[in-house]
């Protein structure tokens, strides 16, 4: 069954590519070949997904679509004030800086600016700052990376912290009760930054290893910060303290509704996507539904209690509708193009890949060759219907193989 199923993805979805390489050519970026890192909304019908390879994805309430950034730096970080004035900021490597303010110019990184019909670079913005947006209005917008940078609505200008550190993510409550988290790049340690509106100042943090990755909060009294291996501390107004997460997975993006409705998205080992979720006492897994794969997911983001969405991964894009978690198609799918998107052979195709290949490192493999080469297959798949009813035919003698597979692996304990 192994051998097969390795034949079978060879067959249809590396086959085809060089046999007509002379007509079809991998185009970056692709909606579901690149990783996705981050994700924005201003309303349920207004959705921004920024991720590598320049790509920029947006959801008007029915179908995701891609945007043209012209550009190709990887973008880690999308904010905005409204659907016409979007920021997304990224770099292949941010540069540590030996000391505050540092005059660093990566070539790699930018700032880009929506406003509300294209997406143009923005003159004068930091090239090292693309970690981490956040804004309290269109003139008040924070970048983070190797170093904090400020928008005014007019210029972006460097902010002395007095420190040359890496920062992964920014948050406040308004313009002047901002926090800036990431790592010591010296002690190996995490750092948290407070802005009052005037200065920056190092907030002390117990026992903080690694690096913090993302802050949110629903107040100033209220602020999360999350990290590797399982770390999470929440901010009173007083004191951070360190809370019991339940899992020592590495957490990348954390957003929330109030503060007893946040959610936390990470990955295990660079795999296998992690959601927890926090009700004001304790912290428990989500996802139980999808079940594990090699979806390691990055940001996450809502609108409400019943509308957030995650990305990661592959190009991964997740939706909670306050019940459940759901795959929402990002781009073309090869599986859907031969059955369809809801039909009971896709959906069995789904299941095994969830439940039995990505249990094992080759499986894995398997499942990210698919989505890397799915889109361009996809449109091999609608103008050769020979082709696609030859693969559809190799598939259904393979289906009563897969549907015991997948059978076996629910009675697993």
Not at 249 to 256: E, L
Request: glycine letters at 12%.
């Amino acid at each position: 069954m192994k051998h097969k199923i390795i034949v079978l993805c060879t067959i249809i979805f590396l086959l085809p590519i060089t046999a007509f390489s002379y007509e079809w050519v991998w185009q970056n970026p692709l909606p579901q070949g690149n990783p996705l890192k981050s994700v924005w909304t201003s309303s349920g019908s207004d959705v921004f997904a920024v991720g590598y390879n320049g790509i920029i994805l947006h959801y008007d309430g029915n179908t995701w679509k891609l945007m043209e950034s012209g550009t190709k730096i990887w973008f880690s970080s999308v904010w905005g004030s409204s659907a016409t004035d979007v920021f997304a900021a990224g770099s292949a490597a941010v540069v540590v800086p030996e000391s505050s303010c540092q005059n660093i110019i990566n070539p790699n990184g930018g700032i880009y600016h929506y406003d509300g019909s294209n997406w143009t670079p923005m003159a004068g913005a930091p090239s090292n700052a693309g970690w981490g947006l956040w804004g309290s209005s269109a003139t008040d917008v924070f970048a983070v990376g190797g170093g904090i940078y400020h928008y005014n609505g007019i210029d972006w200008t460097c902010m002395e912290t007095g420190i040359g550190k890496v920062f992964w993510d920014v948050w406040g409550s308004s313009a002047t009760d901002v926090f800036a988290v990431g790592s010591d790049s010296l002690s190996g340690g995490s750092i948290i930054l407070h802005y009052n509106g005037t200065t920056w100042s190092a907030m002390t943090v117990q026992n903080a290893p690694g690096h913090f990755t993302g802050v949110w909060g629903s107040s100033s009294t209220d602020v999360f910060a999350v990290s590797v291996s399982g770390i999470i501390y929440h901010y009173d107004g007083t004191n951070w303290t360190l809370m019991d997460s339940g899992t020592t997975a590495d957490f990348k993006g954390i957003w929330g509704k109030s503060s007893s409705d946040v959610f936390v998205v990470g990955d295990k080992m660079g795999a296998n996507k992690v959601i927890l979720h926090y009700d004001g006492n304790n912290w428990s897994p989500m996802l139980s539904e999808l079940g594990e794969n090699t979806y390691g997911l990055q940001g996450v983001w809502g609108n409400s209690s019943t509308d957030v969405f995650a990305v990661g991964e592959y190009g991964a894009i997740l939706h909670y509708d306050g019940i459940t978690w759901s795959y929402m198609s990002s781009g073309p799918c090869a599986a859907e193009a031969i059955y369809g998107e809801n039909s009971e052979q896709t959906e069995l195709l789904r299941k095994y890949r969830d439940n039995v290949l990505s249990k094992t490192s080759e499986g894995q493999e398997i499942i990210k060759t698919y989505y890397k080469f799915s889109p361009t297959v996809t449109k091999l798949l609608e103008h050769r219907p020979l082709l696609k009813n030859r693969a559809k035919a190799f598939i259904d003698n393979m289906l009563p193989g897969i549907r015991k597979k997948v059978e076996e692996s629910n009675k697993e304990p």
